[in-house]
Antibody
Framework: EVQLVESGGGLVQPGRSLKLSCAAS????????MAWVRQAPKKGLEWVAT????????YYRDSVKGRFTISRDNAKSTLYLQMDSLRSEDTATYYC?????????????WGQGASVTVSS | DIQMTQSPASLSASLGETVTIECRAS??????LAWYQQKPGKSPQLLIY???SLHTGVPSRFSGSGSGTQYSLKINSLQSEDVASYFC?????????FGAGTKLELK
């Protein structure tokens, strides 16, 4: 069974940093591109970043470029999101998602989410 | 960025009814379109990809259609477990973008 378990969320002050982790199991992690998608309270879904299977390429939405870094450790089957210079508008539930093997942009498995609140 | 306009924002339907949700892209996305279902308090789940391909394990009462800039999700014979929010997503180009969602409730 595919499992994605996020951790590392919490309350953080504006301008500070936070690092999310996503532990993957039930599939060969190193074969798949992975993504982070966020959802602000009572709002829709917003793609944040994608990293391809070997970590050699990464993609970000403009609003997080230069502040967030997506990375992975294939030996540990773990995905990360380093979030620096956090802003109130980054407050959201952050989901780790697996990209489909055959349709890269499709996200065919999702974690339960990690809540991030940016507030003083 | 490609804008995804989803309608309606909310929908109320009876058990057994057929419902349709629409999604319009701001440019041609060449069938690079997925639909997700999100039940209250849960994470999203993939329903449809490539505009009309049913994801493994998804009931056949769900179907997708469309091309170019216009796409739709149809749910036949609505069941109580279909109460959820539904989101379209284009993956033709970065940044991937989602529609604002449709909240489906039972009448």
């Amino acid at each position: 069974e595919v499992q994605l378990v996020e951790s590392g969320g919490g309350l953080v002050q504006p301008g500070r940093s936070l690092k999310l982790s996503c532990a993957a199991s039930g599939f060969t992690f190193s074969d798949y591109a992975m993504a982070w998608v966020r959802q602000a309270p009572k709002k829709g879904l917003e793609w944040v970043a994608t990293i391809i299977y070997d970590g050699s390429s990464t993609y970000y939405r403009d609003s997080v470029k230069g502040r967030f870094t997506i990375s992975r450790d294939n030996a540990k089957s773990t995905l990360y999101l380093q979030m620096d210079s956090l802003r109130s508008e980054d407050t959201a539930t952050y989901y780790c998602a697996r990209h489909s093997h055959w349709e890269l942009g499709v996200m065919d498995a999702w974690g339960q989410g990690a809540s991030v609140t940016v507030s003083s | 960025d490609i804008q995804m306009t989803q309608s309606p924002a909310s929908l109320s339907a009876s058990l057994g009814e057929t419902v349709t949700i629409e999604c319009r892209a701001s440019e041609d996305i060449y069938n690079g379109l997925a639909w997700y279902q999100q039940k209250p308090g849960k994470s999203p789940q993939l329903l449809i990809y490539n505009a009309n391909s049913l994801h493994t394990g998804v009931p056949s009462r769900f179907s997708g259609s469309g091309s170019g800039t216009q796409y739709s999700l149809k749910i036949n014979s609505l069941q109580s477990e279909d109460v959820a929010s539904y989101f379209c997503q284009q993956y033709y180009d970065y940044p991937y973008t989602f529609g604002a969602g449709t909240k489906l409730e039972l009448k």
